[in-house]
């Protein structure tokens, strides 16, 4: 909601245009409510980051998450900050390191269901690069821990341990882990037939 098209234009702008794309993802009742209390309070959007340092990827773990399932950061942006100072904010937050945003990845609109109702979400996945710091998170709270891995490692190991979970948006994670690991994927082998 205060994510309006304006920004989006300024993002494209800067970080280039991202691929947009449309998925359904159904929530359990807990999730669909706190996905509502966010609307009601003017927000419809997350930013997640795809943090890279060294050929690794920066992922971290909630408190109540199945052990082992680590997923990439994601946050709100506060309506008094500007995007890019946001997702600054929340890698700083979550994995306690200072990144640089590179690029406009994704731009996913998802309907969250619930047996026949639906709420709109966006989610905009920028790449950044870490710039320095130790990976642990400064919100000891909300994030339990902080780790860098191969994105082969998320894909292969952690993503059946998010997609085996009851919870709807840890499904919807590892769904971005896999999309982000089939770009990659695709930029690589665009810069080998060069």
Known sequence: MHIGRHIVQEL?????????????VPLTEPEFRKVE?????????????????DGQVAVVRKPGDPPDAFRIPSGGIH????????????????????????????????DFTLDGEKTSWTTHVMLANAEDGKIGPKD?????AARWVAMDELVANMNPLLEASSLGDLRYRARIHQRLADLLEQREQEKEDR
């Open 79 to 110: 309506p008094e900050e500007s995007f890019v100072d946001g997702a600054v904010r929340e890698a700083l937050e979550e994995t306690g390191l200072a990144v640089r945003v590179q690029g406009y990845l994704l731009q996913i609109h998802a």
């Open 37 to 53: 209390k966010h609307r009601s309070q003017g927000r419809a959007h997350d930013v997640a980051l795809l943090i890279l340092k």
């Open 140 to 144: 000891r709270e909300a994030f339990e």
């Open 12 to 24: 494209v702008s800067e970080f280039g245009a991202p691929i947009i794309e449309r998925w359904d």
